[in-house]
């Protein structure tokens, strides 16, 4: 509790970082409700802004968008029937019904506070549990670091998408870019196929870029012009309370947005899993809960509180991973270490160990809660004037709006055209991906990550006289690659039971 005071008053004592957290709330909040355009896509764009930032500012900023994003998404989905993230696809089953009755004040407002008291959950967990598995962490060697990258590469390319070998597939592909440049060891060119510019690798803004911003303008400029933002219906003033959630169905959704949000958190700590997969879950679990389950899809308060609990509260806990072991447990996360190495620290269990990076982290945690409270309010009162100025924005300014500024994010990185390019190739091939279900997520956290797990993996080895045998003779490595093939084989045969019930059998 003394870290986390220590946090907020050194929070306080720059303005700097007070005025981005609330910048941050708007911006995410606003790409978030644009269809089509993420809080990853945002970030993304944004990265370059933290260059000339200091470390406060710069990851209270991007970290704040993660959260405000993934509630804005609501606002798409409640008013339009379109979610503005993947986070919120289980929202829009209940909260366009109510939208489409004159209740599209009650479902923004309801969304709202679910979206914060999920995330507040979150944010609990993330402060108290990254301390305390950080200081079991902390032990661990190479060894167990290249089993914990590989079971974080299995779970992910398993559990992300459809397809368990079109996400493993996703996976292998990221890391084989990742590995494009010098060889970190013998500094020898490798897979640059004598282009000296490839030395250098990729960078990771204007991948970042081409993945998930252009991909995205792509898909959007290939879709016709059918309005999707269709006009929001106008309050039922015959039901006094349409426009606001009463005491009474707040105090119902108590208990509802309390579990749910313990799901988002547990699912947050699952690497690669994400909102996307605790809003279903959440969604699933409340309905089959429910004495009224017919109800569910219809319209009602407790359709939207549970799935927008859960998929803000993935948000802080799916920092422990990169805060405990180095490993992002979500896009977002994985961003952020770009922040960090940009800065000069390292992630991982040690970066409790040192006063600075202490602080700094729990500093980051009081940026993170003074987030929720920031969004909340704009959210609550806003809402619906977001949604309103975000319907009568024009697609066909909008994109290439957003085309333009992702191209100049994508040189102001590095000064680079041949950032641009690699943006604008990265944009094609995540275009690809996406049209054919392999997962740019996993590819994006395999690149991230496919550095380090080759430098554990080598240096396991020079310490090692049993060879690659130490990885399974050691009981903590072996029970983590138990973990990844574990997870994988359960989810192979979840998918051909599926596939099987689905085609009659």
């Not at 969304?111 to 914060?116: D, F, H, N, Q, R």
Request: proline fraction near 5%; include cysteine.
């Amino acid at each position: 509790m003394l870290d986390l005071l220590a946090g907020f008053s050194l929070l306080f004592s720059s303005f700097e970082a007070v005025f981005f957290v609330f910048l941050a709330a708007i911006v995410g909040i606003v790409a978030g409700a644009l269809p089509g355009l993420t809080a990853s896509a945002a970030i993304a764009m944004l990265l370059p802004l933290s260059f000339h930032m200091g470390a406060l500012p710069a990851l209270a900023f991007l970290y704040v968008i993660g959260k405000s994003g993934r509630y804005g998404g609501s606002i798409a989905a409640i008013l339009f029937n379109t979610p503005g993230t993947a986070a919120s696809a289980a929202t829009m089953q209940d909260g366009y019904p109510m939208t489409v009755r004159g209740e599209a004040g009650k479902a923004l407002k309801t969304a709202t506070l679910a979206s914060v008291v999920g995330d507040f959950i979150g944010e609990l967990i993330l402060i108290f549990g990254a301390v305390f598995i950080a200081s079991y962490t902390k032990t661990f060697g190479p060894t167990e670091y290249f089993a914990i990258y590989v079971m974080a590469f299995i779970v992910i390319g398993s559990v992300v998408g459809k397809s368990v070998i079109k996400g493993i597939l996703s996976t292998l592909f990221g890391a084989i870019v990742a590995m494009i440049g010098l060889d970190t060891i013998t500094n020898e060119p490798r897979m640059t196929l004598g282009f000296n510019e490839l030395e250098e690798g990729f960078a990771l803004v204007p991948l970042l870029i081409g993945v998930f911003v252009i991909s995205e303008i792509i898909i959007q400029a290939e879709k016709s012009a059918k309005s999707a933002l269709t006009d929001m219906n106008e309050t039922d003033e015959t039901n006094p309370t349409a426009d606001h959630m009463t005491w009474a169905e707040f105090k119902r959704c108590i208990p509802l947005m309390i579990r749910s949000s313990f799901v988002g958190s547990f699912i947050g700590m699952m690497p690669g899993l994400g909102s996307s997969v605790a809003c279903f879950v959440a969604y699933g679990e409340e309905k089959r809960r429910s004495k009224e389950p017919e109800k569910w899809g219809t319209g009602i308060v407790e359709g939207i509180a549970a799935p927008e609990s859960a998929n803000n509260a993935v948000s802080g806990p799916s920092m422990i991973p990169l805060l405990t072991l180095g490993i992002p447990g979500s896009t977002v996360a994985a961003v952020l270490i770009g922040v960090f190495l940009i800065h000069g620290i390292q992630v991982g269990p040690q970066i409790f160990d040192t006063a600075y990076s202490r602080e700094l982290i729990f500093a980051l945690f009081a940026a993170g809660l003074l987030g929720i409270v920031a969004y909340g309010v704009m959210g609550y009162w806003g809402g619906p004037l977001i949604g309103r100025a975000i319907a009568y924005l024009p697609p066909r300014l909008l994109y290439p709006f957003i085309f333009l500024t992702a191209i100049v994010a994508s040189y102001s990185s590095r000064a680079s055209v041949l950032d641009v390019a690699v943006a604008l190739v990265f944009g094609i091939l995540g275009y690809g991906m996406r049209r054919t279900e392999f997962s740019a997520a996993a590819f994006v956290i395999a690149f991230v990550l496919a550095n380090n797990m080759e430098e554990a993996f080598r240096q396991a080895l020079l310490l090692s006289d049993a060879g690659a045998w130490i990885f399974v003779t050691e009981p903590v490595p072996l029970a983590f690659l138990s973990v990844g093939f574990a997870v994988m084989v359960f989810r192979s045969v979840s998918h051909m039971r599926h596939k099987k019930k689905a085609n009659g059998g």
